[in-house]
């Protein structure tokens, strides 16, 4: 593991916390393996107590380890449990090449979980080599099966013109983020591109450098909803609600995360290439 960046603006447990994750993610330490005790992160990196504590809390908060009391802090044995998508993209960023694909209903919580790493591109706090964002959401002028009206399932035009302005909203923000960074030079060779497709997703899908996804269904809510001026009850998807689960590729070709993220990017890509036309706001 890396000693402290005395350069880099983050907190010392962030970046501890981003060394243990690396480490995790990619087998260095294993399922069940013992994480360093604090003492020795203290040792190691030369920082204080609460420093070391900070950093194991993140990654306890993230689903990624387990503190048992007189033992110490171990990897969990199963990592496909909910986890946080935000510190994952963060670290996605630190790489050279970054890659982020989703497929998904609004691009809202990716909007949320990209702003800070594409801003600290923007300060020169982040400087990837190549930046390629790829964005697949419904086609939001075609009639819908879900969501739908409660009272008879039928499509909600309406509820899709609202939809589609949330879409917009979002995906347009993210487009031209990127954009801006290859327009200005900073990255030199950036882009993003949405496309839509004549289906609506009943999961969201996020794959980060060809080397983790992130999977969480969109549960189904009798929800609410506020249109042309009346209340409408609408079979909805909950993308707030959706836990996301976590799979990385490792040294075995053949385990559950590495097919899960083989087969993830095959279907991304089937979709992309095939059915997908480019959006047209």
Not at 5 to 16: E, H, K, T
Not at 145 to 167: G, K, N, Q, V, Y
């Amino acid at each position: 593991m890396n000693a402290i960046d005395p350069d880099d603006p983050r907190p010392a447990s962030r970046q501890i916390a981003n060394q243990l994750r690396a480490a995790i993610l990619t087998r260095k330490l294993a399922p069940g393996e013992r994480l360093p005790s604090g003492p020795q992160l203290v040792e190691r990196y030369g920082v204080a107590k609460a420093t070391a504590e900070a950093a194991i809390r993140a990654l306890r908060e993230e689903g990624l380890v387990i503190t048992r009391p007189g033992s110490g802090t171990f990897v969990r044995e199963r990592t496909q449990r909910p986890v946080g998508l935000r510190p994952h993209i963060e670290q996605a960023f630190e790489a050279p090449s970054v890659a982020v694909d989703f497929a998904g209903f609004s691009g809202e919580t990716l909007h949320g979980a990209i702003a800070e790493p594409l801003d600290r591109i923007r300060e020169g706090r982040l400087r990837p080599e190549s930046l390629t964002v790829r964005l697949l959401v419904p086609d939001p002028s075609r009639p819908w099966t879900l969501p739908a009206r409660t009272e008879d399932f039928s499509d909600s035009p309406a509820f899709r013109a609202r939809a589609a302005r949330i879409m917009q909203r979002h995906v347009s923000a993210v487009v031209d983020s990127v954009n801006e960074l290859a327009e200005l030079g900073i990255v030199t060779n950036a882009s993003a591109q949405v496309r839509t497709y004549p289906a609506v997703p009943l999961f969201k899908l996020y794959i980060l450098n060809g080397e983790q996804t992130f999977f969480g269904y969109y549960p189904i809510r009798d929800h609410a909803v506020q249109l042309d001026g009346e209340v409408v009850g609408i079979w909805d998807l909950m993308g707030k609600d959706a836990s996301l689960f976590h799979y990385a590729r490792d040294g075995d070709a053949d385990s559950m995360g590495s097919q899960f993220v083989q087969q993830s990017l095959l279907w991304f890509d089937s979709i992309w290439t095939s059915v997908a036309k480019d959006y047209q706001p």
